[in-house]
């Protein structure tokens, strides 16, 4: 792709494209539809008005985990969800491989440095204008196009204009935040150092994991301490349902005393490095936060406790006795809008097509998930506005999977079919067609082995397909 100087010289001026909410998919949409030559208002409403999530007026700023998740594009489908993004050119990617911290196979970022990024490229950009206001009610008719990717935290007034205009009531869920702990309060003769079965991810070591380890008295006295604590009420909220990839831990233990040592504690492919002759019952996992290696995330525990019940039941932990804490855990409202009976199969409204939505409001879920759809959304109102055809990404890349999910993902029930069946989703190779199991000569495949073949073939096909889409979209390279 073109430096963004270069395509702002070299296209024609265009009416521009508004796009509300400078998270990861509106500063993604405003990246690719700036490079395409098109003039971008991106209106973002911090500091005029913030959020109960939000700290900073950074643009794409990362509220929850620092983590992108795996970067393996072979056998997993979010690493082949970055692998497409970067051959588009996103500038999320771009950001976060410029940015990354040690996170063993995963992904992770320095939020801090990686939204300074993000935000100082599309200021520079001459066809980025951004505005600090908040957009109140639906974009007016006048804006030719215009996208909203407000993402989790839509503003009451904004959510309550888009629900008036689809005539469907918001869906909701809550999403929840891990406490993060200063490094030098953690006991490093208790805990040590491992990636999970050693493994070696970018910018890591396979040792990019602090460890704390239980026995079986202290992981049941710890399970107790996670039911019996006192939660944060949501009144009005209450019944809300959660995501099942970001469950607080409490809910998580309330479904059983073993449920978090198979989930987020669970000891496999660890061995203690001060008694590696001793199996851990159960291991709490922290992963660095940040680039100077002074904050340490604790994975997997969002929570609902409140904050006087997190410093006591976590200083519990093994090695975080004396644990100090950036930040405790919390919990937002989560809204999205029901996709497939709404949206067009490229994001458009179906009774307004000038107006397009992207990110988590569409449905998705992940940082990398709703920059993803934010590069399509921006892609697509590009062309539209430069009169070129509009070629959504075929169903076999990680695009098109996830894209497929949000505007036709739902199940129809036949009792209930005024029933709405459509829930968030991450990308995963289940939203793929299917494809033959590669069936090498002379050998027969079985049980794990037989899978990852088969993962492995799906994400060469996605990659292969993807690379051919971007290059019948434009006569320019695509990134190698």
């Known amino acids: 792709m073109p430096s963004a100087e270069a395509g702002a010289r070299c296209r024609p001026m265009t009416h521009p494209l508004h796009i509300i909410g400078g998270g990861l998919a509106g500063s993604e949409a405003a990246w690719q539809a700036a490079n395409a030559g098109v003039p971008v208002i991106l209106h973002e409403m911090r500091p005029v008005r913030g959020t109960d999530a939000h700290k900073t007026e950074g643009l794409a700023e990362l509220v929850c985990s620092n983590s992108f998740r795996s970067d393996d594009a072979e056998t997993n489908a979010v690493g082949v969800l970055h692998a497409e993004m970067r051959?588009?050119?996103?500038?999320?990617?771009?950001?976060?491989?410029?940015?990354?911290?040690?996170?063993?196979?995963a992904l992770a970022v320095d939020r801090d440095g990686f939204s300074a990024a993000v935000?100082?490229?599309?200021?520079?950009?001459?066809?980025?204008?951004?505005?600090?206001?908040?957009?109140?009610?639906?974009?007016?008719?006048?804006?030719?196009?215009?996208?909203?990717?407000?993402g989790p935290l839509t503003a009451p007034s904004l959510a309550t204009a888009i629900a008036q205009r689809t005539g469907a009531d918001a869906l909701a869920f809550f999403d929840a935040i891990a406490p993060i702990v200063h490094f030098d309060s953690i006991d490093m003769k208790t805990c040590?150092?491992?990636?999970?079965?050693?493994?070696?991810?970018?910018?890591?070591?396979?040792?990019?994991?602090?460890?704390?380890?239980?026995?079986?008295a202290q992981y049941e006295a710890f399970v107790n301490a996670l039911l019996e604590g006192e939660k944060t009420e949501f009144k009005q909220w209450e019944g809300t349902p959660y995501f099942d990839g970001c469950l607080p831990i409490e809910i998580m233990a309330e479904r059983g005393a073993e449920t978090l040592r198979?989930?987020?504690m669970k000891p496999m492919g660890l061995t203690n490095a001060h008694n590696p002759t001793v199996k851990a019952y159960a291991v709490v996992q922290l992963r660095q936060d940040n680039a100077l290696g002074t904050l340490y995330n604790m994975v997997g525990f969002q929570t609902?406790?409140?904050?006087?019940e997190q410093t006591r039941i976590f200083r519990t932990i093994p090695g975080l006795e004396n644990a100090e804490f950036a930040r405790l855990g919390g919990l937002h409202r989560n809204t999205y809008i029901n996709s497939p009976t709404l949206l067009d199969a490229t994001l458009r409204l179906r009774d307004r097509p000038g107006l397009r939505f992207a990110g988590q409001i569409t449905g998705c879920e992940g940082y990398v998930e709703s920059a993803a759809i934010g590069l399509l959304a921006g892609r697509f109102a590009a062309a539209e506005l430069l009169g070129r055809p509009i070629a959504p990404p075929p169903p076999t890349t990680a695009f098109g999977a996830l894209l497929g999910h949000i505007t036709g993902g739902h199940i129809v029930s036949d009792d209930e079919p005024g029933k709405r069946s459509f829930q968030p989703?991450?990308?995963?190779?289940?939203?793929?067609?299917?494809?033959?199991?590669?069936?090498p000569e002379g050998k027969r495949l079985r049980g794990k082995e037989k899978t990852v073949a088969k993962k492995r073939a799906v994400a060469a096909r996605a990659l292969q397909d993807c690379r051919r889409w971007l290059a019948g979209l434009s006569a320019e390279p695509v990134a190698a």
């Open 87 to 105: 051959l588009a050119g996103s500038l999320i990617m771009s950001a976060g491989d410029a940015h990354q911290v040690p996170a063993g196979s």
């Open 119 to 150: 935000t100082e490229r599309l200021e520079r950009h001459p066809l980025v204008s951004i505005v600090r206001e908040e957009v109140t009610g639906l974009p007016p008719d006048d804006w030719a196009q215009a996208i909203i990717a407000t």
């Open 192 to 216: 040590w150092f491992q990636s999970r079965y050693d493994k070696v991810g970018p910018g890591g070591t396979g040792k990019d994991y602090i460890n704390c380890p239980m026995d079986k």
């Open 262 to 264: 198979h989930g987020p």
């Open 304 to 308: 609902k406790l409140k904050h006087g």
């Open 425 to 439: 989703m991450n990308v995963n190779f289940g939203l793929f067609p299917p494809i033959e199991t590669p069936k």
